[in-house]
């Protein structure tokens, strides 16, 4: 039986199934056997799922009248009266998820969106539907409307009619000294698009995108960040490959240090993507583009060993999954930048930029310095416009002195 796998006792097994969900607890157990929980985990998921049976045997409420709302009242009773935990609430979404694949209680209703998300929810969809935008593209809006609703359309649509250039003005600047020039100019992006939205809905009178004031940013104004000679190399040797979580992030770093991928691009790569025969990656890039690069040996290694004897069994697609259960895909690029960020404190590798594009940064640089001419790395990186990579031209300095034009005078 499955629930006999996590628990042991006789006694503590024969309760749980005498309970109000005992019936049920063979399906709940399956599907976190599935998901890959440990015993410790499993436990705790069906404790509290055994628990919140007895509160509705006491409470009078029938199995078929369980809602997210009857869940509310009893993680407030569980926050009151027991020891919670973080897991408490995904065991039960996951109990009524089992349940209604049943169809034991009825389908979730629709929630209720207070006026500022359903605000977001419409300029979300209209980005997608009619703008054509990537979810992870739309995903970089909603930060700044989040804020710029809450500071000046508390009353939500009501408030469009009132908006003037002076509000525009006044939030951009009240946040700019705070951010950088590059989030502030991500900032003004986001407030045009959603002051273009308001006027196409016409819910302004006017268009009060020229309102926004322009950031000016000078390109090419910075070097890239980079890896001094022998601290990729520091990096990957402090990573513990013994482990199966050290060797899912040895991967990783290998993917992003020997091929320059993207934090995106790791994440979404899926099993399907990796042609061993013919030793070729097919990479998930930026503007929904598909590329295709050589898989190299050291790399194609690591990400055998990890699928091997690292991965857990799951039936997800993606090459790298969660160490914790559920065993699924990273939810975002945060998780591939904070496996890098990891891995460059444990080296202890001092750099300004701490995240998985300084290894991009570092190849590019590694490869002008080897003779590589500036269109090949463009090709390796997949930079769709040839000014993304002529800013590594600035890195070798040395070969810039003989460039500079000498100050009349000298200096004094």
Request: glycine share 6%.
């Amino acid at each position: 039986m499955t629930t006999a796998t996590f628990i042991k006792q006789a006694k503590r097994l024969r309760r749980l199934r005498e309970g109000p969900f005992g019936a049920h607890l063979e399906m709940f157990s399956a599907r976190l056997v599935t998901e890959g929980h440990c015993q410790q985990s499993a436990w705790r998921n069906i404790r509290v799922v055994d628990d919140f049976g007895r509160w509705l045997t006491r409470k009078g409420i029938v199995i078929g009248d369980i809602d997210e709302a009857i869940v509310d009242r009893y993680v407030a009773f569980r926050a009151r009266y027991r020891h919670p935990f973080l897991s408490d609430r995904p065991a039960l979404n996951r109990f009524l998820a089992v349940l209604r694949e049943v169809e034991l209680i009825a389908p979730q209703r629709p929630s209720h969106l207070s006026d500022h998300e359903q605000i977001v929810a419409d300029f979300r969809r209209h980005l997608r539907e009619q703008g054509g935008f990537a979810p992870r593209t739309i995903i970089t809006h909603l930060p700044t409307l989040r804020r710029f609703l809450a500071e000046h359309c508390k009353n939500g649509t009501r408030s469009f009619s009132r908006l003037a250039a002076a509000d525009i003005v006044s939030f951009v600047a009240h946040h700019a000294p705070h951010q950088s020039t590059r989030s502030t100019a991500r900032m003004c992006w986001t407030l045009r698009s959603f002051l273009r939205y308001l006027r196409y809905k016409d819910l302004v009178g006017v268009d009060l995108a020229s309102a926004v004031p322009s950031v000016r940013t000078w390109r090419f104004a910075s070097l890239p960040r980079y890896l001094a000679r022998g601290e990729v190399e520091k990096v990957l040797d402090a990573t513990d490959r013994r482990t199966s979580l050290g060797r899912r992030d040895y991967a990783v770093l290998l993917l992003l240090a020997r091929l320059g991928l993207r934090a995106s691009e790791v994440t979404t790569l899926c099993l399907q993507d990796i042609d061993w025969q013919s030793g070729l990656l097919t990479i998930r890039a930026k503007a929904r583009q598909r590329a295709q690069m050589p898989l190299p040996n050291e790399v194609g290694a690591a990400i055998g060993d990890y699928l091997q004897h690292g991965r857990p069994h799951s039936e997800s697609r993606r090459v790298f999954l969660r160490e914790w259960a559920p065993h699924i895909g990273f939810a975002s690029a945060a998780s591939v930048t904070m496996i890098a960020r990891a891995a460059l404190e444990r080296a202890q590798v001092d750099t300004p930029r701490k995240g998985a594009h300084v290894f991009r940064h570092t190849l590019a640089t590694r490869l002008l310095r080897s003779g590589a001419s500036l269109t090949q790395i463009g090709q390796l990186l997949r930079h769709h416009s040839q000014d993304s990579t002529r800013i590594y031209a600035k890195v070798d300095v040395e070969a810039l002195r003989g460039l500079a034009v000498r100050w009349p005078g000298g200096v004094s």
